[in-house]
């Protein structure tokens, strides 16, 4: 279990604080100064899979080995990320090495982007998110409202609502001078959500197997492929650990129950659930037309043309015709793929032509 998830029970686990690892990631090849996987930059290509201020890091080799092992000069820091310089090793060559950060659950920037000058104070939810997509999310969990000058809105005697679902709003004409002060806001954005509870496999052959790489693969759109938790439980509801079987229960893998570990040969029926970034669908895009050379909508376009309502780095990709058929219905060749987005050439095809196709993502609805 990671250090900064903190777990308490009421008869169910309750998540009390959720900081999340990021993915693995290799930016940079030591083939230049040397290898360089710096916070400042990692969050600069990354916006939606990776925070500002992350609370721990893990360094290693991109083989799997911790990075202390190499024996190099390496910097490894959450504040900084990683850096090892050429320059400095005994050979003049770093290895190759990748990272991963601990980034919190947090709480936003304060905002004030209205004044009273106007109506009134009007510091709401949707206007913060479509103003600040990178650091606004739609739906936030909490809020906090005070005057620019620091103090607690309610200390105003003024006539101000504050809520997590809609925001800040003050209205001149409901104080008693006509004015309302400067208020600024800012939101607490859940980073991560439980899943449903998984019972993909029963005991009855070698045991009971609730990976995550096949409940990922049976559930993309309500699995993740790197939760940060997981719960096991029996189908009953009592915690794994009651039955006194030989079980394996981890993030990582998932469960796993083996009925020749078990001093009866059989083990009970588990369920499990996971922590996971929380993610949403975009809308369908179809931002071209077979007319030229065919039809593309790839990642890179779509991000660049749509950066409020798509992510750099999908989790999942759907593709179909405009007229929603499968894109596989139509036998032509096509690549959908979640790097590249959905590719058609028109001299691919028999007929020299494709179909009009669209497509739509799963991105981290927290940054989205």
Known sequence: MDAKLILVVFGMFAVINADQWTPWFDR????????????????????????RNPTGIQCQTTGGSHYTSTGEVVSCSASTGLVCKNAD?????????????????????WFDRDNPSGSGDWETVGSLYRENPNQMCQNPTGIQCQTTGGSHYTSTGEVVSCSASTGLVCKNADQSDNYCQDYRVRFFCPGARWTSSFNRDKPSGSGDWETVSSLYDENPNQ???????????????????STGEVVSCSASTGLVCKNKDQPDNYCEDYRVRFLCPDYK??????????????????????????????????????????????????????????RDGLICKNKDQPDNYCEDYRVRFLCLASYQ
Do not use: A, K
Not at 285 to 308: A, I, K, M, Q, Y
């Open 28 to 51: 940079d090849n030591p083939s230049g100064t040397g290898d360089w996987e710096t916070v400042g930059s990692l969050y600069s290509e990354n916006p939606n899979q990776m925070c």
């Open 89 to 109: 090793q005994s050979d003049n060559y770093c290895r190759d090495y990748r990272v991963r950060f601990l980034c919190p659950d947090q709480w936003t920037p």
């Open 223 to 241: 699995m993740c492929q790197n939760p940060g938790n997981i719960q096991c439980q029996t189908t009953g509801g009592s915690d794994y650990t």
């Open 281 to 338: 669908w975009t809308p369908w895009f179809d931002r071209d037309n077979p007319s030229v050379t065919g039809d593309w909508e790839t990642v890179t376009d779509l991000f660049n043309e749509n950066p409020n309502q798509m992510c750099r780095h999908p989790q999942h990709l759907e593709c179909e015709t405009t007229g929603g058929s499968h894109y596989t219905s139509t036998g032509e060749v096509v690549s959908c793929s979640i």
